[in-house]
């Protein structure tokens, strides 16, 4: 019996076109940067150190220019605790913690935040919009972008102003 399935490969299929000046260029022309977010551990801060950093949120997403996509991704990862024995000016009781705690299975967690300059034509489509057809007709391909270098290091510079401003606060 003969099969007659088309062979393509993951690089076909993976959407990312490039990587320019820190950020991903997809096959769609839009543009990611990416950031790791250091955020305060749950129930340790306190009611008005949440309303500043909910407002700084709040500012920081207002900043960014029209049909930007804002995504949060959170990471939990089970590692084991692994204290620090060798310091030998801890306390008996922080000694007795170290010891306690050695081994013991917790959650690390680990955020990231990508921000998405797209356009209106791709934010009026459903997501999963393509994903049962083929659609490399209307993907960039690497040799428009370049013919187009110098928009694109406009609209990189764009982006970069846009996404400091907005990460700034």
Known sequence: MRNNSKITTLEAKFPLLSIEQ???VSKDADITVAFRVELPELFTVTSAEYEAMHSAWHKAIK????YTIVHKQDWFIKERYQPKMAESGLS?????SNRHFNERPFLHHSVYLFLTKTNKQRMQRQSNFGLSRNVTNQRWQKADLVSSHVHLTDILTSVLSCTTQSISF
């Open 92 to 96: 008996f009781l922080s000694r007795a």
């Open 22 to 24: 820190g950020c991903m």
């Open 63 to 66: 900043v960014l220019p029209n």
